[in-house]
């Protein structure tokens, strides 16, 4: 089992790009898995996590409705946004400067075989990364990702969380609202979900701008602590 897991701090890098990037990185460790069990050996798989900011970006996932998009063809290019069609779990969202965008490909079987277990890990990294922001946050019952205000008329969404997986290898991930321009979430249903806000942690601390590279710190930090993995650069 192999828990290193190669970090990899892109940036700011068009969407598709980094999409076909993760397609590559994904289809090596399936193949490697694949001759693994053909040929009897016991090759070390390994584990990337990408941190990524994209351009304005709009992505709907397999199962998503097209009407959560609220923009036609012309009004995107309007707002310097593109739309992808993409094969991840979930619904529609946004991807913009100021985001903190994390895509896990890892392994899982070097970690453990349970993907329900996997997105709670992935919250449960965002959850504690915020407390320490002196944020309460938490799940929202049948809707994943991260939240504030559950249970109440105010709940908001800070981090909204897609994956793809095959043969327990994972990839797309999380994206959490650190200095984002929330004006562009105005032009979906975020993840298909009415009647429920967004929010940063820029305005949830009623600060001009957050330390971006800190929150990646913290975040490296709990998910070491929860998946017992080590970060190599």
Known sequence: MNKTIQLQDLGQKDYKETWEYQEELFKD????????????????????LIFVEHPHVYTLGKSGDFENLLLNEKQLEAKGATFYKINRGGDITYHGPGQIVGYPILDLENFFKDIHKYLRFLEESVILTLAEYGLECGRSEGETGVWLGVGTPFARKICALGVRASRWVTMHGFALNVNVDLGYF????????????????????????????????????????????EFVM
């Open 29 to 48: 460790i399936v193949d490697l898995k694949i001759k693994n069990r053909r040929e009897e050996l016991d090759l070390a798989t390994p584990n990337y």
């Open 186 to 229: 105005d032009n979906i249903i975020p993840c298909g979900i009415r009647g429920k806000s967004v929010t940063s942690l820029q305005v949830e601390l009623g600060v001009e701008k957050v330390d971006e590279e800190e929150v990646k710190t913290k975040i490296l930090k709990h998910m070491t602590a929860l998946f017992e993995a």
